[in-house]
């Protein structure tokens, strides 16, 4: 079982909740505004250039919120099992106990040093939310719709163009679909018996339409390895997601735990494909058994420990300043500045038409291709 030892629902907690909201959203927005939309020529003049620029900027800010909710709220990080390597083309795979699973992981992409190379599948209506939909258009994440007649041809164009990049893409995908709640495990459950499957009590049955497509589109340029990422909380769950962030109500302890699969060994046959990935989904639900009621995961032999060196963790404290910093600048020339609120008026017109227009999103994609080869 899952026991909170946090306080929760205190005043401290709450203007805490609220400071990290507040810093990663500002921050996003005010990133999207006046870091990366002036770079938005580069993308027609030199889209690789581009691509690198808004590649860094992105996995740099992607270590805000790991750095925030490490300090401000002390929640500490375990990793265990195998290495996550940064020069190679994969495919992370993740259980999604909590909505929030895919930023909670930024503390470990961010420690391998693998933010800025990191994609992530989301819904389809995040990526018009100003500052953050923003950002994630400018970083080329994937925004599904839902309906599998028109995400399998996008699909297809993202992972073709990521697959061939000379950069090595890593591609979350949660193959649950969503995340765990009692509606959608006791939805999940009915299918499970209906198909004969093992029941699950940690997890949803995994949907595995994206992700054997996924897989092949990747194959077809390069994927080295598949990363299968299990995720604990052993004490406090943060199950309510966007309103845990604003009352505070952060885990103390994350456990991740990385099994790594060479690309070559995974089948290649679709229904092949399919037990594969729930068998990995079985072999899960024992880790996470174990897990809930040992509080960690085991460590096999020959595996380092810890994870992540002492100096992988010297990234917090620079990116908090920075960033706090950078914030507290924004918001001092807004409010002495009548041209600078005149250009965050324009930046944010420019962007909500970009938006809405779909220009905005896959825009280094499409100006790459256009462009004469070097």
């Known amino acids: 079982a899952v026991v909170s030892t946090q306080s929760t629902g205190t005043l401290s907690s709450t203007l805490k909740g609220i400071y990290f909201v507040f810093t990663c959203f500002i921050s996003s927005y005010f990133g999207s505004c006046f870091v990366m939309l002036p770079s938005?020529?580069?993308?027609?003049?030199?889209?690789?250039?581009?691509?690198?620029?808004?590649?860094?900027?992105?996995?740099?800010?992607?270590?805000?919120?790991?750095?925030?909710?490490?300090?401000?709220?002390?929640?500490?990080?375990?990793?265990?099992?195998?290495?996550?390597?940064?020069?190679?083309?994969?495919?992370?795979?993740?259980?999604?106990?909590?909505?929030?699973?895919?930023?909670?992981?930024?503390?470990?992409?961010?420690?391998?040093?693998?933010?800025?190379?990191?994609?992530?599948i989301l819904r389809g209506d995040l990526k018009h939310i100003p500052g953050f939909g923003w950002s994630m258009q400018f970083g080329s994440f994937l925004f599904l719709s839902r309906k599998w007649a028109k995400d399998k041809q996008y699909l297809t164009d993202k992972i073709s163009f990521l697959a061939k990049s000379d950069d090595n893409y890593k591609l979350l995908v949660f193959p649950e679909g969503t995340d765990y709640d009692p509606k959608t495990k006791a939805k999940s459950d009915k299918f499970g018996e209906k198909e004969g499957w093992p029941h699950l009590d940690f997890l949803l049955h995994p949907r595995s339409t994206g992700f054997v497509h996924c897989v092949n589109e990747y194959r077809k340029g390069k994927l080295d390895a598949i990363y299968d990422l299990t995720m604990g909380y052993p004490k406090t769950l943060p199950h309510?997601?966007?309103?845990?962030?604003?009352?505070?109500?952060?885990?103390?302890?994350?456990?991740?735990?990385?099994?790594?699969?060479?690309?070559?060994?995974?089948?290649?046959?679709?229904?092949?494909?399919?037990?594969?990935?729930?068998?990995?989904?079985?072999?899960?639900?024992?880790?996470?058994?174990?897990?809930?009621?040992?509080?960690?995961?085991?460590?096999?032999?020959?595996?380092?420990?810890?994870?992540?060196?002492?100096?992988?963790?010297?990234?917090?404290?620079?990116?908090?300043?920075?960033?706090?910093?950078?914030?507290?600048?924004?918001?001092?020339?807004l409010i002495i500045s009548p041209a600078t609120r005149s250009y965050f008026l324009f930046a944010n017109l420019t962007l909500f038409l970009l938006s809405t227009t779909g220009l905005l999103e896959d825009l280094d994609r499409r100006c790459e291709k256009s462009s004469p080869p070097e």
Request: charged share 25%.
């Open 40 to 120: 938005l020529p580069l993308a027609v003049c030199l889209p690789s250039l581009y691509r690198s620029y808004v590649q860094f900027m992105i996995g740099t800010w992607m270590l805000l919120p790991p750095s925030l909710y490490e300090i401000v709220f002390g929640t500490k990080i375990v990793v265990t099992g195998d290495q996550l390597e940064r020069k190679e083309s994969s495919l992370i795979i993740a259980n999604h106990r909590t909505r929030l699973d895919w930023m909670f992981l930024w503390s470990v992409t961010g420690r391998a040093r693998v933010s800025a190379l990191l994609k992530i």
């Open 240 to 333: 309510r997601g966007e309103m845990d962030l604003i009352t505070g109500r952060f885990p103390e302890e994350i456990h991740t735990n990385v099994k790594r699969y060479e690309a070559s060994e995974v089948p290649s046959d679709d229904v092949a494909l399919e037990a594969w990935l729930r068998e990995r989904w079985y072999e899960k639900e024992k880790l996470l058994k174990n897990f809930y009621e040992t509080g960690e995961f085991p460590v096999a032999e020959g595996q380092r420990r810890p994870y992540f060196s002492d100096s992988a963790n010297t990234f917090k404290w620079p990116i908090f300043v920075i960033w706090n910093a950078a914030l507290a600048l924004s918001l001092y020339l």
